[in-house]
């Protein structure tokens, strides 16, 4: 009984070598489907295409392996790191140049200004000079709304007086922007007052 399954075993044994033989003398494939079974071909098929597939050589091993998910899966991973070190370089590159606009403030603050009192100076002169634009502006900007205003209530100088009309509205239209500029500009530069104080007190400590 034991001799017979033996033999059965070599004879088994013997058939699948010199299938995978004389395979690999034709120039063979091999690959495995979901069921686990082993399939063997002169050329990989469709229904291959997305699993790994054995090249076998001459001498019946295998030469090279083709595996679609696995390479699939390696882009991905060389994506992904490529992504993250593109990230970390914009993060340095970020960061100095932080650093560099930082030092060039601070050659600035400590270039310019002898002592702190300066700095105060300058500021305070600058909000006043902003100021008072700010109101040359809005009475200018006033005196074209009265004019404006008459020219509107009379409705016999409408018709005769309608470029002028055109003309002084954009002007008051430019005077309300110009205001409003130097309004955000007021507030920036205050803005930036504090933080130079700081700094200024601190590089000079």
Known sequence: MKNTVMKKLL?????????????????????????????FSDKVP?????????????????KSTKDPVA???????????????????????AKLDKMATLKK????LLSTYENKEEL????????????????????????LEKKLNKLLTNKSTIK????????????????KKALQQN????LNISKNYQSDIKRYEKLTQ
């Open 71 to 93: 390479e699939a899966l390696a882009k991905l991973t060389l994506k992904e790191n490529a992504e993250a070190i593109a990230l970390e370089e914009a993060v340095r590159q």
């Open 120 to 143: 105060v100076k300058s500021f305070k002169t600058k909000i006043k000079l902003m100021k008072g634009n700010a109101s040359i502006l809005e009475t200018q900007n006033a005196v």
């Open 46 to 62: 469709v229904a291959a295409s997305r699993k790994a597939v054995d090249e076998i050589n001459k001498s019946g091993g295998i």
């Open 183 to 186: 309004q955000e500009e007021r």
């Open 160 to 175: 005769n007086q309608a470029k002028k009309i055109v003309n002084i509205t954009k002007t008051i239209e430019q005077y």
């Open 105 to 108: 403030r601070d050659d600035y």
């Open 11 to 39: 004879i088994i044994a013997s058939t699948s070598l010199l299938l995978v033989s004389s395979l690999a003398q034709a120039g063979m494939y091999r690959w495995v489907d979901e069921k686990g079974e082993v399939h």
